[in-house]
């Protein structure tokens, strides 16, 4: 039987920096070592502090997101959860084999300004209290768990002080995919470190693109049960599962409320898998990247060519569906938890505590007692 992380924390208690023997802090650390031994479970307890708020759960996110570092390769030592004048104030210190040391500054979102010097200064901390060789084997790397516009303004400030070989951006979700890599593929962690050390600041584009890759390899592994639900529906409507990640100017959820349930259609590029398979009459659901599905509706004509108005980059999104009977419910979104993938027949023999973000990646056909688990009209 699964347990919440909000199960979790009840039992270990209050999350904290207080002395004493066994601290619930350390308690929480120990349940993660012991009991989560794989990436999907750490996605399902990151995206649980993203959809709760107060400072427990911005603690555990901290601690989730250096957890996620033993998973990247490195040694992993945990820092304070708030600063303390004379000591160094650092949320984690990430060890690679190959000498590279990695500051690590959580974020749940950025609605408050960051000031690259606060991490730069852990840094010259560390290196003059010699825990760290130097800047040539130091990296300063902010992990964000709800990216908005304004992480233009630090990846913008990086760029000006000239610090984009000392400082990295990596979205929350990107970051459990990059370790989703490591356990499922070839993908080692100097490959792993080389992503996070690219030119530029920011490193979501380099993860992204493996990952469409790697959904592709996902997609030709679940080839015989996706031929299984297609021979089942192909006489009649087919069901859909679709997905959106936040970007610079909205988040997944603005982007799907707006073209879903305002303009009543949806884009997709010309390498979308399916997109020449939809027709009127299906069913389509839209997942919100670490959030769950928050809309369906009905396809109420085959995809067409064309440049939209409402749709940004529509030079690229430029295969528009018309839809209709839209249901939006971003309040109340149906997240895909490990209870809810028990019951989903895509994951019939498969171990739902290990990677799952396969399923959400890419446009993909499901079966309809799928999609009604999905959409939340099935409460079996």
Same mark, same amino acid.
Not at 57 to 77: C, M, P, S
Not at 124 to 152: C, F, M, N, T, V
Not at 275 to 280: A, L, R, S
Not at 354 to 359: E, M
């Given at each position: 039987?699964?347990?919440?992380?909000?199960?979790?924390?009840?039992?270990?208690?209050?999350?904290?920096?207080?002395?004493?023997?066994?601290?619930?802090?350390?308690?929480?650390?120990?349940?993660?070592?012991?009991?989560?031994?794989?990436?999907?479970?750490?996605?399902?307890?990151?995206?649980?502090?993203?959809?709760?708020?107060?400072?427990?759960?911005?603690?555990?996110?901290?601690?989730?997101?250096?957890?996620?570092?033993?998973?990247?390769?490195?040694?992993?030592?945990?820092?304070?959860?708030?600063?303390?004048?004379?000591?160094?104030?650092?949320?984690?210190?990430?060890?690679?084999?190959?000498?590279?040391?990695?500051?690590?500054?959580?974020?749940?979102?950025? %609605?408050?300004?960051?000031?690259?010097? +606060? !991490? *730069? #200064?852990?840094?010259?901390?560390?290196?003059?209290?010699?825990?760290? &060789? @130097?800047?040539?084997?130091?990296?300063?790397?902010?992990?964000?768990?709800?990216?908005?516009?304004?992480?233009?303004?630090?990846?913008?400030?990086?760029?000006?002080?000239?610090?984009?070989?000392?400082?990295?951006?990596?979205?929350?979700?990107?970051?459990?995919?990059?370790?989703?890599?490591?356990?499922?593929?070839?993908?080692?962690?100097?490959?792993?470190?080389?992503?996070?050390?690219?030119?530029?600041?920011?490193?979501?584009?380099?993860?992204?693109?493996?990952?469409?890759?790697?959904?592709?390899?996902?997609?030709?592994?679940?080839?015989?049960?996706?031929?299984?639900?297609?021979?089942?529906?192909?006489?009649?409507?087919?069901?859909?599962?679709?997905?959106?990640?936040?970007?610079?100017?909205? %988040?997944?959820?603005?982007?799907?409320? +707006? !073209? *879903? #349930?305002?303009?009543?259609?949806?884009?997709?590029?010309?390498?979308? &898998? @399916?997109?020449?398979?939809?027709?009127?009459?299906?069913?389509?659901?839209?997942?919100?990247?670490?959030?769950?599905?928050?809309?369906?509706?009905?396809?109420?004509?085959?995809?067409?060519?064309?440049?939209?108005?409402?749709?940004?980059?529509?030079?690229?999104?430029?295969?528009?569906?018309?839809?209709?009977?839209?249901?939006?419910?971003?309040?109340?979104?149906?997240?895909?938890?490990?209870?809810?993938?028990?019951?989903?027949?895509?994951?019939?023999?498969?171990?739902?505590?290990?990677?799952?973000?396969?399923?959400?990646?890419?446009?993909?056909?499901?079966?309809?007692?799928?999609?009604?688990?999905?959409?939340?009209?099935?409460?079996?």
């Amino acid at each position: 039987m699964s347990i919440t992380l909000k199960q979790i924390l009840d039992l270990v208690g209050k999350l904290d920096d207080s002395p004493g023997e066994d601290p619930s802090r350390e308690r929480f650390r120990r349940y993660l070592k012991d009991n989560v031994k794989d990436i999907g479970s750490v996605r399902d307890y990151i995206e649980e502090c993203l959809r709760s708020s107060g400072s427990q759960y911005n603690r555990a996110l901290q601690d989730l997101i250096n957890y996620l570092g033993n998973f990247l390769g490195f040694e992993v030592h945990y820092g304070r959860y708030q600063g303390v004048q004379g000591q160094i104030g650092y949320d984690g210190l990430w060890k690679s084999p190959t000498g590279v040391h990695i500051v690590v500054e959580v974020k749940t979102s950025e %609605t408050y300004s960051i000031k690259t010097s +606060t !991490l *730069v #200064g852990y840094i010259d901390q560390l290196i003059s209290e010699q825990s760290i &060789p @130097g800047w040539k084997r130091a990296l300063g790397l902010y992990a964000i768990g709800k990216p908005d516009e304004e992480i233009r303004q630090l990846e913008n400030a990086i760029i000006v002080e000239n610090r984009t070989h000392q400082l990295r951006i990596i979205s929350v979700q990107y970051l459990i995919s990059l370790a989703e890599m490591m356990q499922v593929f070839d993908v080692s962690h100097e490959d792993a470190l080389s992503i996070i050390r690219p030119s530029g600041p920011k490193v979501d584009q380099l993860v992204d693109i493996m990952n469409r890759l790697i959904a592709l390899k996902s997609e030709e592994a679940i080839e015989e049960k996706d031929a299984k639900i297609e021979e089942k529906n192909s006489a009649a409507k087919s069901y859909w599962l679709t997905s959106a990640r936040s970007d610079e100017e909205q %988040t997944a959820e603005e982007i799907i409320g +707006t !073209l *879903v #349930g305002q303009v009543g259609i949806y884009a997709f590029t010309d390498r979308t &898998p @399916g997109i020449k398979d939809m027709k009127e009459g299906d069913l389509i659901c839209f997942y919100a990247a670490g959030t769950g599905v928050v809309a369906h509706a009905l396809i109420s004509g085959k995809p067409v060519e064309k440049e939209h108005p409402q749709v940004r980059q529509s030079d690229r999104y430029k295969w528009v569906v018309e839809l209709k009977d839209s249901k939006v419910y971003t309040d109340n979104p149906v997240v895909i938890d490990a209870s809810l993938r028990n019951r989903l027949e895509a994951f019939k023999g498969r171990d739902t505590s290990k990677p799952w973000s396969w399923f959400v990646q890419a446009t993909r056909k499901v079966s309809e007692a799928d999609f009604e688990i999905l959409t939340g009209c099935s409460q079996d």
